[in-house]
């Protein structure tokens, strides 16, 4: 069993780490990247959000072998990339469709954060946006090392997910769902929209934490997983 996992806005797979002492050897994290991010660094950012999904269900398709069962975990924008690689999925038939689907800190609709913002026009909005979610050491929010290697990838992937027209994901599917967050974070109605798109068995379970609640629940989420994936 495979799990593909896509990361956050400006983030890399490597956020992943921390659960996978605790999955069942039988489970293999896939920890993808991002164009332009970590080992992509020299790789030009996407210029829509259909690129990135398309780049990512490639990624997925070419590492899936024939016969195996895989599941996708998408934490914050990534939930968006892993709904849009599920439904190219679907429409494409060149795969089975995955065992598993896991949503983490991102609804089917904006954040509120950004709800009436203009888009990222200018660094200290960025800025502004990043240190708000959370998950950035003190010592870097201040760095101006920091911001200038990572800026610009913030920038790109805030450009990417402000554009997103979230009536993309009008789909249904009986693929069955996990979706985790935390009421600190996002509202659960928010996160219950999700049942639109996974119909069938969507499961909705809280945190306590901010956006990155991940950090502080590794072994429990990763029980979750392993739960889930047990099933199938």
Known sequence: MRLFCFTFVGGSGSFFNGIEPYLRPKIELVKLEYAGHMERRHEPFYRSFDALAADMYGQVRKQVRVGESY????YSMGAIAAAEVTKTILVERELPPPAHVFLASHG?????????????????????????FGGLPEKLVNS???WRVYLPIYRADYEL???????RLAYVTDVPATVLFSPADIPRGDMEKWRRVFTDK????????GHFFLREHEREVADVINERLRKT
């Open 71 to 74: 599941a996708l975990f998408g």
């Open 161 to 167: 997910i402000t554009d997103y027209d979230f009536g």
């Open 202 to 209: 969507c499961d909705i379970l809280e945190y306590d934490g």
């Open 108 to 132: 089917p609709c904006v954040l509120g954060e950004r709800t009436g913002a203009d888009g990222p026009d200018t660094d200290e909005t960025i800025r502004q946006w990043t240190v708000r």
């Open 144 to 146: 101006p090392t920091f």
